[in-house]
């Protein structure tokens, strides 16, 4: 991803929180030569050293990405800025936050260790409300999908949130925004 | 993209409509062998023919872009489903909208095309705002990106809003996404 200095974000500590925080993203490989790509929950491991998924068996994208370089794109909130809100003169642009991991996919079938990746991906995404659904899943439902793992080889992480802006229009943009409803990106910008 | 039968939308000014509203997306292609995404708004054009937008010239993925086939990726918002929301047993799954485009990749480097487009994107930006920014680039500015037009050559469109659920949970779902501020995603659900 082209990343301009002023976006470009190295802390680790901040980088991972981003891949929890935003684990529905793309799984971009090639199948017969064509690009594609999957929208799936991602799940990094407790190592930091990969991300989990699974894939319908019908699911194409599987049959060859084994052994494949693949790009998972993770993408957070994300609105037009109007230069019109700003202080000083400037020109439209958008803010957005995105990481990008480079790694090679490896498949497996193993029902076990496909059981033990749906349930820790549902305790995650269970664990915010008062009553957690329990896992339980069918054999057969088991059987229909496929799990991946990428190696997280390279990382790239990018947060375009108007730092090459002055702090007033920074303040005006983060006030614009909540007032458009953007709320998610507007915490965003407070917190960077 | 994977598509099962009842995640499938086939008719064009849905389609249309979704890519006029969700058109910041990626641009992914692949440069010297290895693949590459860029974050970028899209503008489609008034034929519906062409998918336009722009890359700094800083941006690598631009060298060698021309006349690739590339996958344009539009996403609209998502969100986590518990089965927990459901009357009837059930999983849990993402709900989702998204569009992807293949079609060829043509770059222009004409300084009047070039301030057409982004004047273009201004204006549709804008339109929402009371009193509009005036475009106002100067040539500098336009000097440092380059226009990409796509074909679109192949559509395809998948909205996951629990069409495979029956009715009283589809209810229960978008009173639910509602409830947890997911107010776009939920509008999608009752609108289709």
Known sequence: MYIPRHFEVTDDDQIFAFIEANGFGQLISSVQGKLFSSHIPFLLSSDRLKLVGHLAKQNPQHTDIDNQEVLVSLQGPHSYISPSWYNYPGVPTWNYQAVHIYGVCQVFDDREKIKL????????????????????????????????????????????LSQNRPARDRKRVIEQLEKSGSISLARAMRHW
Request: net charge negative; glycine share 6%; aromatic share 10%.
């Open 117 to 160: 990746l749906v349930d820790s991906l549902t305790g995650k995404h269970e664990s915010s409300f008062q009553n957690p659904w329990q896992p339980d899943y069918k054999d057969s439902m088991l059987g229909a999908i496929i799990g991946i793992e990428v190696s997280i080889d390279d990382i790239q992480c990018k947060y375009k």
